[in-house]
């Protein structure tokens, strides 16, 4: 096992949480598997997180050196995004259930510059939404400063990374 009872997590999808419980369960008839019992307080949820599976991204929070280095990450230019709205998000989702918070910061920089040329609409807008929203509660946790305060200053970074691209001609 990797996490403990009260070990803090971030999920990438739904935000940061506490293990409250590790414990035996069977979701699919007949299998039952270990999972993490893991409390979402902003939303009021709980997660179970299969505990033999590393690729749904639950990971530890990011340390502050780590955010020093996503301001960097969230002023740098983004890289461009496929086009075809199902490969894009396939693409990100697997970048973040397999990165760190670094991860995060370039997915929601690359998805605030693509809004930019190409509207977010539809499924692509909500996972924005979310991922940025993740982004700032976990932000927030680690420097100890209000939501509010953490999604200013992310907001005030892809500001200025947005300037430093380009617009294209029509």
Known sequence: MI?????????????????????????????????YEVAIPNSGSILWVPVDAPAVG???PATRSEINNCRKVLVSP???????????????????RRG????????????YAFGEHKSLYGTMAGFFRQTQN???????FVENVTLAEAAQEISSLLEKSRRMVKKPKP
């Open 3 to 35: 996490f403990d009872i009260g070990d803090r997590v971030v999920h990438p999808q739904h935000g940061v949480g506490m293990v409250i419980n590790v414990g035996e369960r069977e979701f699919e008839s007949g299998e039952r598997r270990r999972y």
């Open 58 to 60: 639950l990971r530890r």
């Open 134 to 140: 993740v982004l700032c509660e976990e932000w927030a």
């Open 100 to 111: 760190p918070i670094r991860v995060q910061c370039e997915v929601v920089r690359d998805l």
């Open 78 to 96: 983004p890289a461009p995004l496929a086009d075809d709205v199902r490969t894009r998000q396939a693409s990100l989702m697997e970048r973040l």
